[in-house]
């Protein structure tokens, strides 16, 4: 087999004579495949993975992981290129995860820009996600993503021991203790 290259096409030759061509990709690591050159056991879906199998798995995570998984295969030529993003997504799910994967998700789908939804945008959105809730204090004494979902509200922070007081306890007087004896002289 010998190949040549030719501005955007490339051709496969056996004993000088083109057995196939494609289209050349203008960017790095994109794939340009012809679905007539598949081979057809990879056209069968009797594999291990396939669309069914990744459905009936996110189906057991929430209609927004669905939504995304769906979006990751349909948004490829042949759907078998999207398997490798569905399992690392579905990965990600371990554990008590599936709350988190489900509402990272929803943020993805939710969003007004449509954007094609990959491995990589809901990893960093989790990423995000996991920042922010170890950042803020709980109520709670339990480590704040124990598998449930966090409850980022404002409501949520931990004020125990916080000193509330009006604005008459920051004054200069109050603050270099002095508020108390004028206080007791008005009395």
């Not at 056991?41 to 459905?55: E, G, I, V």
């Not at 295969?73 to 371990?94: H, M, S, V």
């Amino acid at each position: 087999m010998d190949v040549k290259i030719t501005g955007d096409r490339l051709s496969i030759m056996r004993d000088r004579e083109v057995i196939a061509t494609h289209t050349v990709a203008g960017r790095k690591h994109v794939f340009v495949t012809d679905p007539d050159h598949v081979p057809a056991h990879h056209q069968q879906s009797s594999d291990l993975w396939s669309r069914a199998y990744f459905l009936r798995q996110v189906h057991k995570i929430g209609p927004a992981t669905v939504a995304v998984i769906t979006s990751v295969l349909d948004a490829r030529p042949i759907e078998a290129q999207g398997y490798r993003t569905c399992q690392n997504i579905l990965a990600l799910a371990k554990g008590d995860n599936k709350p988190l994967l489900e509402s990272v998700c929803r943020q993805l789908v939710d969003t007004d820009t449509p954007r094609a939804v990959s491995y990589t945008a809901v990893k960093q959105r989790l990423a995000a996600v996991r920042a922010q809730a170890h950042a803020r204090p709980t109520t709670t004494d339990s480590p704040p993503l124990s598998g449930r979902p966090v409850d980022l509200a404002p409501a949520s922070r931990d004020t125990r021991g916080a000193h509330l007081a009006g604005p008459e306890s920051f004054s200069l007087d109050a603050l270099l203790g002095r508020g108390s004896n004028k206080r007791e002289g008005q009395a």
